[in-house]
């Protein structure tokens, strides 16, 4: 079963007040856009991608694409624009029940641990799921005034993440419908809950972090530094651990 990505960097990223889209901004020596497609194909190194860019793009540089499999799509005014039309051009390849995930082209730094977890949820999924984060703060709710109108208890509440992952024909009909209706649509997982369905939350790890203001780049930049240090970490046990044990054979 094939898996299809898409990737919605259509945006200009205005909340970032920089000369140019977020996807674009340097994050160790390339762009966000690039590290992200990076992360993704480390994890589904065949897998078809989908990315969708402003059709008026000009800094886009196809050799930030790992994929050998890709197409560049059209985005759209809004994000469930960009992820229908992006779903139209696989109508003639995908089947009904083939998985397409959706990831944010501003999250270079979600792990690779985290990518795998997510697919294998879907071995026994009928529906789809999504990387999220349970929360751990205390919950407030606004009034009109800027003021504390509540606390909200947080049991049972969570940070909704990307990727999310949905059967193809099912996302499909659960945007089509969306659009249709006006309905404001913030993630997949909101257009798939609107049929009455509920898709499966899978644990992700809080430094999943979004690039959306200014101070979020400096922050991803130290969380793929520690992520790289760890790694290198874990590679050297791994190659000590091997060359004891052959000493010890």
Known sequence: MTLWLIVPAAGRGQRMQAD????????????????TLERLHQAFPDAVLRLCLDPDDDRFDPRDVPFEDWLRVAGGDERAD????????????AAADDWVLVHDAARPCVRIEDLQALREAL?????????????????????????????EP???LWHA??????????????????LATGMAVTDEASAIEAMGLSPRLVAGSRDNLKITHPEDLAMAARILA???????????????TATGQGVEA
């Open 82 to 93: 960009t992820v229908a039309r992006a779903l139209a051009t696989l109508e003639e390849q």
């Open 154 to 156: 947080r049991e049972g």
């Open 226 to 240: 520690v992520q790289t240090e760890s790694a290198s970490e874990l590679a050297a046990e791994s190659a000590s």
């Open 20 to 35: 140019r889209p977020k996807q674009y901004l340097s994050l160790q020596g390339r762009s966000v856009l690039a590290r």
């Open 161 to 178: 993440l990307t990727p999310q992952v949905f059967r193809f024909d099912l996302l499909r009909q659960a945007l089509d419908a969306a």
């Open 123 to 151: 071995e026994d999924e009928a529906i789809g799921a999504l990387l999220a984060t349970p929360a751990a703060d205390t919950m407030k709710r606004a009034d009109e005034r800027g003021r504390v109108s509540h606390t």
